[in-house]
């Protein structure tokens, strides 16, 4: 696990409601360096959003981009866990506990170093899961800051 001497950032963010260029003038602002996509499948029916052209915008802002598909909500599971549904809660919670929990480890190494953000589709992280994804880092992590792109 990385060392928490300095405080480290994670921003937290959703797309819905947005478009590519606005998604990273914030993210430009903020000063984030890498972009983390958690969601399952980095595919998106809006133009940008999808993952070539997406990691295309943020290398010509600067901004790294990384795919982590073991971060991604299971299909079976959005609609309920978007819903606040327990049983999704708990079974997103103990797939990061377990098989993704490399993944976080790797993200929280990241945050330390360098401002990175977390991106899905959902633009309230309370109805998403990189809510949870967001607070274990902040568990292995406690001098983490998380901080919602604005």
Do not use: W
Request: glycine residues 6%; contains cysteine.
């Amino acid at each position: 696990m990385a060392s928490t001497r300095g405080r480290g950032h994670i921003y937290s963010v959703g797309y819905e409601g947005t478009t590519l260029a606005e998604l990273v003038e914030r993210l430009a602002r903020q000063r984030v360096s890498l972009l983390v996509d958690v969601r399952r499948t980095p595919m998106s029916r809006r133009p940008g959003f999808s993952k070539r052209p997406l990691a295309a915008a943020l290398a010509m802002a600067g901004i790294s981009y990384v795919h982590e598909p073991l971060l991604g909500d299971p299909p079976e599971s959005r609609n309920a866990f978007g819903e606040g549904d327990s049983e999704a809660l708990r079974v997103m919670r103990a797939r990061l506990d377990g098989q993704a929990r490399r993944a976080v480890e790797k993200l929280v190494e990241e945050a330390l170093h360098r401002p990175v953000a977390v991106l899905c589709v959902e633009r309230e992280a309370s109805h998403c899961h990189r809510r949870l994804i967001t607070d274990l880092a902040r568990e292995m992590a406690p001098r983490l800051e998380v901080l919602d792109v604005v």
